[in-house]
C-alpha cells in the first residue's frame, strides 16, 4: 500500500484569518504552512509558523517546496513575491486579481467596467490636484491612499475645504509613493457585503448578504442574512460573478458595498475570507474558510445557506469577559490568541438564533451582560426589537 500524504496548504500572512484557515482545513485533512514575520503570529498557535519576511527569498524557496498550493491571510502582500512565488507553485488567487484589489483605483475602474457604480472620486499625486479633486468633489470627502490601507487605515475625513492643508499633512507623504484617491463621502443608507467563492473549475457561490456597522473605519458588529434587501441579493451575486469571471479569481473574496437610495455601490474588494464573514463559521451550512480551503485545492465546494440568523460582535482592543457568551444558547466565542492593543482585533463572538426575536433576546442578554449595549444597539434596531 502506498503511504497516504495530506496536502498541505501554505498561507502568507499569520493573522486570524490564517488561523481559521488552519482550523478549517485540518478536518478536510489538509495540513497547513504559514509565513509571517512576527515569531508571535497568532497561526502559529494552531499550524506551523515559518518566520521570514516578505524579501527572503531563501526561506519562501524553502516554504515553496514544501506546500502544494499558496494563499493568502493578507493582500498587502507585495506583488513581486506572490509573482516569484507563482512561479514555483500553485497561487490562488492569481498575484493578477491580488494587484487589481490592492489598488483602490484599478478595483473602481473595475467595479465601474463591471457595472457596479462606486463614489465619485479622482485620483491625487500632487498638492494642486487635491485641490482640483476638492473642486470637482466637494466636501464631505475622505482621501485614502490608493495602496495598503485597511480598516480605515490611510484615510482623511475632510469635512470643509480648509481641511486640504491637514489632509495633505497627513497623507502627503504617500501621494508621491502610491498615490492617493479623494472619494466623496457617501450619506449611506446601510454598509453591506457579500462574500462569494469560486471554485478553479468555475463554480460559484454567495453567502447571504451581511449587514455591517463600522466604527472609526473598523466593523464593529454584522447581522446575516441581512434583512429587507429585496433585489439587492440576487444584484449582488450576479456583480460578484462578474467581478469573478473577470479576474478568473479562484478562492473567497468579498465586495464591501453601500446602499444609497436603494441602490449598490462599491466600495472595496477584499481579496480573501472577510471579517463581514467570520458568521458563516457557525451561521452557514459551509464556512467561509472552509470554502475557500476546498477552492483553492480544487475540492467541491460546499452549499453556502444560512442556518437562521447571526449577529456578529468584533472585539477590537481587548477582549470583554468571555463567560456571558460561553454560557448563552447557541453563542460561539473566538479569541485570537493575540495581545491587547489600542485599533486591534483580538476575537469575535457569533451569535446565532433561528428567527429574528431569539436573536434579539440572545443578542440583548449577552450585550447586557458585558456592558455592550451601545455596541449591540444598530442590530437591534435592524432587527425591529430596539
Ligand atoms: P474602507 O477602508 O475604504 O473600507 O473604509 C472603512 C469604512 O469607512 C467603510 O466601511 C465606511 O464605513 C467608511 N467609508 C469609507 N469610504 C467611505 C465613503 N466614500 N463614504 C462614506 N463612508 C465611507
Request: one cysteine or more; proline letters at 5%; charged letters at 20%.
Amino acid at each position: 500500500m502506498s503511504e497516504r500524504r495530506q496536502p498541505v496548504l501554505g498561507i502568507l500572512g499569520g493573522g486570524q484569518l490564517a488561523r481559521m484557515l488552519a482550523l478549517a482545513a485540518a478536518p478536510l485533512g489538509v495540513n497547513t504552512l504559514v509565513v509571517d514575520s512576527a515569531a508571535d503570529a497568532c497561526a502559529g498557535q494552531v499550524a506551523p509558523l515559518v518566520v521570514a519576511d516578505w524579501a527572503d527569498y531563501a526561506a519562501l524557496e524553502a516554504f515553496a517546496a514544501r506546500v502544494d498550493v499558496v494563499t493568502f491571510d493578507f493582500e498587502n502582500v507585495p506583488a513581486a513575491t506572490a509573482h516569484w512565488l507563482a512561479e514555483r507553485v500553485a497561487v490562488f488567487p492569481a498575484p493578477q486579481a491580488l494587484a487589481v484589489a490592492q489598488d483602490r483605483l484599478a478595483e473602481k475602474t473595475l467595479f465601474r467596467e463591471c457595472g457596479l457604480s462606486t463614489p465619485d472620486f479622482r485620483t491625487v499625486d500632487t498638492r494642486e490636484e487635491l485641490e482640483q479633486a476638492l473642486a470637482a468633489i466637494g466636501v464631505p470627502a475622505i482621501l485614502k491612499t490608493r495602496r495598503l490601507g485597511y480598516d480605515g487605515k490611510g484615510q482623511f475625513r475632510l469635512m470643509q475645504l480648509a481641511d486640504a492643508e491637514a489632509a495633505w499633512a497627513a497623507l502627503g507623504a504617500q501621494a508621491c509613493r502610491h498615490g492617493l484617491i479623494l472619494e466623496a463621502f457617501v450619506p449611506f443608507e446601510r454598509e453591506l457585503s457579500v462574500i462569494a467563492v469560486r471554485g478553479r473549475d468555475g463554480e460559484f457561490h454567495t453567502w447571504p448578504l451581511t449587514r455591517n456597522w463600522h466604527v472609526d473605519g473598523v466593523l464593529a458588529m454584522s447581522l446575516a442574512p441581512a434583512p429587507d434587501i429585496g433585489q439587492l441579493q440576487q444584484r449582488a451575486t450576479a456583480l460578484a460573478r462578474t467581478l469573478a469571471e473577470r479576474l478568473d479569481y479562484i478562492g473567497v473574496f468579498a465586495l464591501e458595498l453601500f446602499v444609497k437610495d436603494g441602490e449598490l455601490l462599491g466600495n472595496e474588494m477584499a481579496p480573501r475570507v472577510h471579517n463581514s464573514g467570520h458568521w458563516t463559521i457557525e451561521g452557514a451550512h459551509t464556512s467561509q474558510f472552509e470554502n475557500h480551503v476546498r477552492a483553492v485545492l480544487g475540492l467541491p465546494l460546499g452549499e453556502t445557506g444560512a442556518r437562521g440568523l447571526s449577529a456578529m460582535f468584533n472585539w477590537i482592543g481587548g477582549l470583554p469577559a468571555a463567560a456571558p457568551v460561553l454560557r448563552a444558547v447557541d453563542a460561539h466565542w473566538h479569541d485570537y490568541g493575540k495581545q491587547s492593543r489600542p485599533g486591534r482585533k483580538v476575537g469575535h463572538a457569533t451569535i446565532c438564533a433561528p428567527d429574528a426575536g431569539q436573536l434579539a433576546a440572545r443578542l440583548g442578554g449577552i450585550a447586557a451582560a458585558l456592558g455592550r449595549a451601545a455596541q449591540a444597539a444598530p442590530v437591534l434596531q435592524a432587527l425591529d426589537r430596539p
